[in-house]
């Protein structure tokens, strides 16, 4: 209580949504970390492991399967919070939770069909369009933007447009958690944070209890899968990092959360897409391709453990959440917004430079 009084929130009115809360935190927890060894030998027995020297370098053969704890975790959390006794303010919620799970599983099959058989970029694109589509349908969508200068609702525009923006924002979420995916222990833990601010911002900014009930499924089944992945990782999440992206993407929607927070947790992670992106394009290579350019790889040529780089990841996202959800400024949050973009433009500046350096 002392700590939702310091970031100027609203208590509850009784002691229901914490049973709630209690209850869905938990069961994601303890059947992300049961199911987790389960995952782990799937993979090791089917033969979706990882390539030594690879992607996670330093490691031997380690089951990429673990986004099958992830998923079914997730989802009974989910729907078992769809049962309880709290009011309901959306009449669209069940629909757009419908919309959540659906578009959830044709990811988690596509991503896993991807780990056993390496699908080429164009049929994980269509994937992830498709995933985009389905939540649209299912009117997950952006409809509004807040100026940050009048701090008045903007429309994002005609019906096509909202829908081709939402399922953009989808494709951005899922891909930044992807290319994450490179270090033990971040992704999960970075998406484990984002989806904490959104839990807080619907459940005592936005007082909407149900529908804060699926990013904190979403902290529980992270949290729960974290002690497999965090270095040195016994299991990594492989296909369920997309799928972490699109769940991440959903709730940041209907979650009611703005985007200048997502965008503020996640800043990082998605300027390093950008960055690298770009110099892919700018190579003449594709913006999707792998490759060892992302930030936590550059760290981790330079000497750093992937504990370190995983914890100076949680600290920066956390901290730049944290301004996010204790500031009701939009013009605040688009200044921290440009310093964050400062900082992180400098630290690639300053990599780059090194490995040059290091390369003479």
């Given amino acids: 209580m002392q ?14 949504p914490y049973l709630a809360f209690a209850l869905v935190f938990g069961i994601a927890l ?13 993979g090791l ?9 690879g992607r996670h370098q330093g490691h031997g053969r380690i089951a990429r399967t673990g986004g099958l704890a992830l998923y079914f975790s997730f989802t009974l959390a989910a729907v078992i919070a769809q049962f309880l006794p709290i009011e309901r303010t959306d009449t669209k919620e069940i629909t757009r939770f419908i919309g959540l799970l659906l578009g959830g ?12 058989y390496d699908l080429p970029s164009y049929v994980q694109f269509a ?5 985009g589509a389905i939540a649209v349908a299912f009117l997950i969508i952006i409809e509004t933007f807040n100026n940050p200068l009048t701090g008045n609702s903007v429309s994002t525009g005609p019906d096509a447009l909202v829908m081709l923006i939402s ?14 995916d490179g270090s033990d222990g971040l992704a999960a833990g970075v998406v484990c944070i984002a989806a904490l601010m959104i839990f807080v911002h619907a459940a005592f900014r936005l ?3 149900s529908v804060s009930l699926l990013p904190l499924a979403l902290v529980g089944t992270t949290l729960g899968f974290l002690p497999y992945n965090f270095h040195p990782a016994k299991v990594f999440m492989g296909g369920g990092a997309p799928y972490l992206g699109y769940v991440l993407a959903v709730l940041s929607i209907i979650g009611g959360a703005k985007m200048a927070t997502i965008l503020l947790v996640m800043g990082l992670p998605l300027v390093d897409l950008g960055w690298q992106a770009s110099s892919r394009l700018l190579r003449g290579k594709s913006p999707f391709s792998g490759d060892r350019g992302h930030l936590h790889f550059r760290l981790q040529a330079l000497g750093l453990s992937p504990k370190i780089i995983a914890l100076g990841y949680y600290a920066f996202c956390a901290c730049f959440g944290l301004i996010a959800l204790t500031t009701n400024s939009q013009l605040f949050k688009l200044l921290a917004l440009a310093v964050m973009f400062f900082i992180v433009s400098i630290v690639f500046l300053v990599m780059t430079w090194l490995q040059r350096k290091t390369q003479e």
């Fill in 3 to 16: 700590v939702i009084a310091s970031l100027g929130l609203p208590d509850l009115e009784d002691d229901t």
């Fill in 30 to 42: 303890f059947s992300s970390y049961l199911l987790t060894p389960f995952a782990q030998r799937f």
């Fill in 45 to 53: 027995n089917y033969g979706l492991v990882s390539v030594p020297g």
């Fill in 105 to 116: 599983t044709v990811v988690f099959i596509i991503w896993l069909l991807d780990d056993k």
């Fill in 127 to 131: 994937g992830q369009f498709l995933a």
């Fill in 167 to 180: 399922i953009f924002w989808i494709a951005l979420m899922m891909n930044t958690v992807n290319f994450l």
């Fill in 207 to 209: 007082d909407q209890v």
